[in-house]
């Protein structure tokens, strides 16, 4: 049992802060996931993987067509 009186030391201060950057990390990838920001780099992924001799799109141009492709099926956004 620790007391209350005696302050952490610096080890224990610097694990919980990178528990404390370990947690927000995994926030910060969980919110860019859900908004599309690995999309891309999946997308390239792919294309190297089961296209090799395929022409890679620049990030510009991949969400242009996706946003394109969205407009022109409206059906598959949530409003």
């Known amino acids: 049992m620790t007391d209350p009186t005696v302050p952490p030391t610096a080890g224990a201060l610097r694990s919980a802060g990178r528990a404390v950057l370990r ?3 995994a926030v910060i990838w969980w919110f860019d996931s859900i908004l599309g920001g690995n999309d891309y780099a999946r ?3 792919h294309l190297t993987l089961h296209h090799p001799g395929c022409d890679i799109p620049t990030e510009r141009d ?3 067509d996706r946003h394109d492709a969205a407009a022109r ?3 598959n956004r949530c409003c």
Do not use: K
């Open 43 to 45: 997308y390239v992924d």
């Open 73 to 75: 099926n409206p059906a």
């Open 62 to 64: 991949y969400w242009r």
């Open 23 to 25: 947690v927000i990390r």
